[in-house]
């Protein structure tokens, strides 16, 4: 009875296989079309026709086949007559396909080693990608057999398309010349992994890396300080801790039917074909290039997979440069339960006998020499039937340094995930130097924008990636290293001053250790490293600004603004004792007050501390203030006799005045860095250049050509502007009136009279400059004094503005102070150039040069 049961499900199953194979031409142009559109291949390349292509050029071996591939295809259809005859129920192998010139060649022979000179296709990783990349994904022409054909890989890189056995060829062939133990693997799949269909899939960049197991804590020692008492009432607690895990519970089982129609729709349809559908893709074992663990790679994503991955439905037969095995283990769990031991005849059935060694089992020392000497025995006795396999009939794989740039075929590749869609494009394609961009999105339908990440390369401003959350508005942006400023990353919503951002820097690359800054409107924080001074933390909080109305035709630039309190951290410094050693420093600007605490002394649970209050040097009468005891407040802990006089506490407070302008000077220093690095921004992203490599001959040659052209048309604008200039000559010239009747006298005072005339515009033009800055000093000087008379009067924004204007004043001063100095410096040489260019003035030229 059980083996009729047995006998009705196979009958039963072989109606389903003819069913599912029975399935009409338009269903299979249907599939064929879907898969296309969704690996996102352009239009224009569905209708290529392999069968036009030139093999004209090709080299003799891709036309005939040597003595030696003859006998080979001999044993491989010996190989074939006996695995049919052994296993009538599985289908046929693929051995030896024809290829581009109508010539069967054998599969294993197809793989060219090769290791091209490029960095990045040293490792799995870059030559995946680049393979994924490079070419157009073509489905198979009946999705349940493999191809006929198999065409060189240099001919697949020279019409950059390909199906899946074009795919893993030219992959494994990149591989094995790197170095890795890799094979090209005739199996199974599903659906998603033969049509390229990752519309189900998360994007590789939007995945979270795995988190870290955190170390368990240290115990804590049993002589410590008891906590205080919890005073709370346990039933409080637990029905507030009731309230909250139903509000989670409800929230997460409105979130679990969210997810299970989200599933529902999304989950895809029952495939006819499942199980039938053929693939091609790499096999990379354990053990060279420190490689841990075998596994696949998909050539049409680049990504790899574990070899237990459920989409990967079974193995056929695999290959690679020396040799071609039969999978002969059951696959009913898929690739799960494979063991990839080529050694093991049992479970890998080998074509040739060059291979038959264990590739994966380590033995001992003893066992191998026993097993070399079993092995000498049966090579005597095989030594007639063993066959190496002969060289490969393909050319030697080249990729030249453009091709290996641009990548995608026309430089762009488009690429759809679940919810996002991510877009490719070769380096200088783009004018802004974008080379990829990752669109997020809300629905399955790729309608709503949620988030867009941008990655750049060769830019001159070093940005690197930019992320804008389209929701909030909220824009990041990185740099590399080598920012004007130093600048790593870049926080905001608005590129106007005074709103919500973060900055970071490279505190390496600037002076003042700054790290992270971060500021708004009405406060600013920064954290340093590495500093002298032992800074670490300084927050400044700010005032609004006093509206003042501008009369027409007056400046109107951004004043600072006033400053309410400087609050600065330090780390400890263990030169200093911890009593004098500031750790944290106040300025309550606006209550005039000073307040100081310092490091904690490891004999105490306090720390000292300090509060001055500042008073003006003079009073209303003039007369010098006297410290009292009142002007500080001090809580020191122990004794200490010297923090008792009060002129130690005066030159203290002196210096913490002194410390004060300075930090405010500072303070305003870093509002006016972040205008400008703001405006700085602006101008890179109005112009963006881009870099290049010294050994990039092809674009340098094109930039000197762009820039010998650009320097012509600036030629000939001077010398079409220098035929429409005056004649300097002519004011001289008139007071003579025919010129052609000129003596030598009459030359000789033209020259003297235009030398002279020159001589006087240079000391004019002198005098107004001298006069100028003698100006602007005595204006500053009154400003000074005025300043120094009325300190005591003066508010917080009056002096916010005299400061403005003594910046505004001096920047002045040096500008006139450098075009005085070069005035000095290039009068000489200017008369000098117009005695010169007298001398050799044709008009004049004729009369002087006669004695």
């Not at 133990?181 to 599903?190: E, H, I, L, R, S």
């Not at 709103?499 to 924080?525: C, H, I, P, W």
């Not at 703001?678 to 870099?691: C, F, M, N, S, V």
Request: net charge negative; with cysteine; hydrophobic share 30%.
């Amino acid at each position: 009875m059980e083996v009729l049961k047995e006998n009705e499900e196979e009958e039963q199953r072989e109606e389903e296989e003819l069913k599912a194979l029975e399935i009409s031409d338009k269903q299979h142009d249907m599939e064929r079309k879907l898969s296309v559109d969704q690996a996102c291949t352009p239009n224009d390349v569905l209708d290529f026709d392999w069968s036009s292509i030139d093999t004209s050029q090709l080299p003799s071996s891709y036309k005939t086949n040597s003595p030696k591939e003859k006998k080979l295809l001999r044993i491989a259809d010996n190989f074939l007559q006996q695995y049919a005859h052994l296993c009538p129920d599985r289908k046929p192998l693929l051995l030896h396909p024809v290829n581009e010139c109508g010539v069967e060649k054998f599969v294993s022979t197809t793989v060219r080693p090769t290791l091209l000179p490029y960095t990045e296709l040293y490792d799995w990783e870059g030559c995946a990608s680049f393979v994924s990349d490079y070419l157009t994904m073509e489905p198979l022409k009946s999705p349940i057999a493999p191809p006929s054909s198999l065409y060189s890989p240099t001919t697949i890189l020279k019409y950059q398309r390909g199906n899946c056995f074009d795919f893993s060829v030219l992959l494994c062939s990149m591989l094995i010349g790197a170095g890795y133990d890799a094979y090209c693997v005739n199996g199974y799949a599903t659906h998603n992994i033969c049509t390229m269909d990752q519309t189900l899939e998360v994007c590789p960049l939007l995945r979270k890396p795995q988190e870290v197991p955190k170390e368990g804590e240290k115990k804590s020692s049993k002589y410590r300080v008891k906590p205080p008492p919890n005073l709370q009432s346990k039933f409080e607690l637990q029905q507030e801790a009731k309230k909250e895990a139903e509000t989670e519970a409800a929230g997460e089982k409105k979130e679990r039917k969210e997810e299970e129609k989200a599933t529902e729709t999304e989950k895809p349809k029952r495939d006819p074909l499942y199980g039938l559908r053929v693939h091609a893709w790499v096999l990379v074992l354990s053990g060279k290039r420190e490689v841990p663990e075998t596994f696949f790679i998909n050539p049409f994503t680049g990504n790899s997979h574990s070899t237990t991955d459920k989409q990967f439905l079974g193995i056929e037969s695999i290959w690679n440069h020396r040799n071609y095995w039969v999978n002969m283990q059951d696959c009913w769990n898929g690739c799960k339960d494979l063991i990839f031991d080529l050694g093991d005849s049992v479970r890998w059935e080998f074509m040739l006998l060059e291979t038959d060694e264990p590739h994966l089992l380590l033995q001992d020392v003893e066992e191998k020499k026993l097993f070399d000497r079993d092995m000498d025995n049966a090579e005597k006795e095989e030594e007639d039937r063993r066959f190496d396999m002969p060289p490969s009939w393909v050319a030697r794989i080249q990729i030249s340094p453009k091709e290996f740039q641009t990548r995608s075929p026309q430089g762009r590749k488009v690429i759809l995930y679940k919810k996002a869609r991510l877009e490719k494009w070769a380096p200088y394609l783009n004018r802004n130097g974008l080379v990829q961009r990752l669109s997020v999105y809300a629905d399955s339908h790729y309608t709503k924008v949620v988030e867009v990440r941008e990655w750049f390369k060769n830019r001159e401003d070093k940005l690197e990636m930019r992320e804008v959350n389209k929701q909030t508005q909220l824009t990041t942006e990185h740099f590399h290293p080598g920012h004007l400023l130093g600048l790593k990353a870049h926080i905001y919503t608005s590129m106007e001053p005074e709103t919500e951002r973060t900055m970071e820097f490279y505190n390496k690359a600037r002076a003042d250790g700054l790290q992270k800054r971060v500021d708004n409107a009405s406060e600013m924080t920064e954290y340093f490293v590495g500093r002298d001074d032992f800074l670490y933390f300084r927050h400044v909080e700010f005032g609004k600004r006093v509206k003042k109305i501008h009369m027409a035709g007056t400046r109107t630039d951004i004043k600072p603004q006033p400053i309410v309190q400087i609050k600065e951290c330090f780390h400890r410094n263990l030169e200093k004792p911890a009593d004098e050693d500031v750790a944290e420093r106040i300025f309550l600007i606006t209550e005039e007050r000073i307040n100081l605490t310092y490091h904690l002394n490891d004999k105490y649970i306090t720390a000292s501390k300090k509060n001055f209050l500042k008073r003006a040097e003079r009073d209303k009468k003039g007369n010098e203030t006297i410290m009292t005891p009142e002007m500080c407040i001090t809580y020191q802990v122990g004794s200490s006799k010297t923090d008792k006089k009060l002129l130690h506490q005066y030159r203290l407070l002196q210096k913490l005045i002194e410390e004060e302008k300075q930090v405010k000077r500072e303070v305003w220093e870093s509002a006016t860095e972040v205008r400008e690095i703001l405006k700085i921004r602006e101008d890179e992203e109005a112009d963006i250049k881009l870099t290049f490599s010294i050994y990039d001959r092809e674009r340098h040659e094109k930039r000197r050509q762009e820039s010998e052209a650009m320097n012509n048309l600036m030629e000939d604008d001077l010398l079409g502007q220098e035929e429409q200039d005056l004649d300097y000559l002519a004011p001289f010239l008139i007071q003579i009136g025919n010129t052609e009747k000129m003596s030598k006298w009459q030359a000789s005072r033209i020259k003297d009279d235009c030398l002279t005339d020159f001589k006087h515009r240079l000391t004019h033009k002198a005098n107004i400059i001298q006069a100028r800055l003698e100006k602007e000093i005595e204006e500053l000087q009154k400003k000074d004094w005025c300043y120094h008379e009325n300190r005591n009067q003066l508010s917080m924004e009056d002096e916010a503005d005299f400061l403005t204007y003594c910046s505004e004043t001096m920047f002045r001063i040096r500008i006139l102070a450098l075009r005085l100095e070069r005035e000095k410096q290039m009068a000489p040489q200017k008369y000098l150039a117009l005695e010169e260019k007298l001398r050799k003035d044709p008009r004049l030229n004729v009369h002087l040069s006669h004695p």
